[in-house]
């Protein structure tokens, strides 16, 4: 193995770029108004779905909001349409959506009616069209913000007017699972307690199977004086408890779970943000789960406030968040940031230079990735995506679309331990020829 070192180390004295891995830009279409992205999923490249508003302004005294639909076919985007539950005071917004398969999906939000406090809405496409579903109502108010799968269960999350007469928090969690046609609705411990303006709003929720899901949002007490606060929650199969993460988020008082990807029951991600108290800066907050504990990973420091809103992953070693971040101007630009399997590094995204641009959600599909969100200077709404890399640069081993010393040092890691990547001739044995294999590949390049 030593004897191959030299001769691999002298390629990577120069840096050689790998094939093209830029994500490419797609408007969704809009004929009116402006349109923000809050959710995307699908099972194939060819029917994909974003779901959320369309807001239009007839100054001076109106603005509405309505329920956004659009589908992909696997080369443009088209918009579908939506049921809009909201028909005196028209506000009504879908936050999520969750792809069963090409002819089952379910769609969620939040809607005004006629009178009375906001309500959670969902609606399901039946293969030819998008239906409105039974929600929960409950007194006084609730909002469904997130749908997730946990094996074969699907959950719907959010928050609630609690019920409960004062000093008990006015708004609870809400958590709901799909019963058929309808909704179960599942009590979740609060972790903000007291305080007639305190809230618990879930974000994500994901589980690895049906006994084993977690949830997570934000938190405010205005009784014992904390938050916003991350919170993150757990199902074992019989009910949802509240995980502690005082000690693993750096402020109790600005920070939140916007995002969870569950790969395993001992491998999970979750992203949002958390709050620099030396800088005094928002900064994007990563936590993973390794079975045991809720850990703190490391992230890119930024000079201004940035912060993250979706994570998904294509594997272990390749995981994506994206979110937003400001310079000096103060204004939001897209970010988005990749887990090599060591470390969580700033990825380059298409060339949005606007001045108010997110990103909200993310999906991988058949291992193309997609982002989601919003643009200031293009009223449609904006969908990234980029075609899985690795599949045509094999030498770039940690999927950055360059070959440098970085892949090299993978590769010779991945070597020492035995590990499958690095049996580049399948061979089952790691020998000269999967080094002679490598070296080959690499000083070849990539297209």
């Known amino acids: 193995m030593k004897s191959f070192i030299p001769s691999m180390l002298a390629l990577t004295s120069g840096i050689c770029l790998a094939q093209n891995c830029d994500w490419v830009l797609e408007t969704t279409p809009n004929p009116e108004g402006n349109v923000m992205l809050f959710g995307i999923d699908g099972n194939s490249t060819d029917t994909i779905w974003t779901v959320g508003e369309q807001y239009i302004f007839d100054f001076p005294v109106q603005f509405d909001s309505y329920n956004y639909i659009a589908r992909w076919d696997g080369s443009s985007w088209s918009q579908s349409e939506a049921p809009q539950p909201s028909t005196l005071r028209i506000s009504q917004n879908l936050s999520d959506v969750l792809s069963i398969d090409n002819n089952d999906a379910i769609a969620v939000g939040t809607y005004n009616p006629d009178s009375g406090p906001s309500l959670a809405q969902s609606m399901r496409w039946d293969g030819s069209s998008w239906e409105l579903m039974q929600s929960p109502v409950i007194t006084g108010g609730c909002a469904f913000r997130a749908i997730g799968k946990a094996g074969d269960d699907i959950w719907a999350c959010g928050s609630k007017f ?3 007469p004062p000093p008990a928090a006015s708004g609870y969690p809400l958590a709901a699972r799909l019963n058929g046609d309808e909704w179960e609705v ?5 972790l903000a307690e007291t305080g007639g303006r305190s809230f618990n709003h879930i974000r994500a929720i994901e589980g690895a199977s049906e006994d084993d899901a977690w949830a997570g949002g934000t938190a405010q007490d205005t009784g014992f004086g904390f938050g916003p606060a991350a919170m993150m929650i757990r199902w074992d199969g019989s009910q949802w408890s ?5 000690d693993t988020v750096q402020s109790f008082n600005f920070s939140s779970v916007e995002s969870i990807e569950v790969l395993t029951s001992d491998d999970a991600w979750a992203a949002g943000y958390d709050y620099d108290i030396d800088r005094q800066v928002t900064m994007p907050l990563i936590l993973h789960w390794d079975g045991n504990t809720w850990s703190n990973i490391p992230v890119p420091i930024f000079e201004h406030s940035a912060e993250l809103r979706a994570i998904t992953a294509r594997s272990s070693d390749d995981i994506y968040a994206s979110g937003t971040k400001t310079f000096g101007d103060g204004y939001p630009h897209a970010l988005i940031l990749h887990w090599d399997g060591n470390e969580w590094t700033e990825v380059p995204e298409s060339n949005l230079t606007d001045y108010g641009t997110w990103f909200r959600a993310m999906a991988t599909v058949e291992g193309e990735l997609w982002s989601a969100g919003q643009s200031n200077d293009l009223s449609p709404g ?5 075609e899985e890399c690795s599949s045509e640069c094999m ?3 940690n999927r950055d679309g360059v070959l440098d010393f970085f892949d090299v040092s993978a590769f010779l890691t991945a070597y020492s331990a035995r590990e499958q990547i690095a049996d580049i001739t399948s061979s089952g044995t790691w020998d000269f ?8 590949a690499f000083a070849t390049g990539c297209p």
């Not at 599942?186 to 609060?190: A, G, N």
């Not at 509240?242 to 005082?246: A, C, E, M, P, V």
Request: hydrophobic share 40%; aromatic share 18%; charged share 20%.
């Open 186 to 190: 599942f009590f979740v411990p609060p």
């Open 433 to 440: 020829f999967d080094v002679s294999a490598f070296l080959g």
């Open 395 to 397: 030498p770039d081993l």
């Open 162 to 164: 609690s019920e409960l």
């Open 382 to 386: 904006i969908t990234q995506r980029q």
């Open 242 to 246: 509240q995980y502690d993460l005082r």
